[in-house]
Each structure stands twice: as C-alpha cells, then as structure tokens.
C-alpha cells in the first residue's frame, strides 16, 4: 500500500469500510 493512498482513503474514511482501513493501517 502507498503512503498516499492511505491518506485518501484516511480523508474519505468511509462507514462501511472503515475498519478495513483501520486493519490495514496497523498491519502496514
């Protein structure tokens, strides 16, 4: 994963997947 993508998807956090994003945040 990109540091930049990570921001976007940081920016948008969206509702539904927003733990996924949390996980992978944490894993990466």
Known sequence: ?????????RECRPVSKNKTWE???TEA
């Not at 994963?1 to 998807?9: T, Y």
């Open 23 to 25: 996980v992978i945040g």
């Open 1 to 9: 994963h990109k540091v930049g993508e990570m921001v976007s998807i």
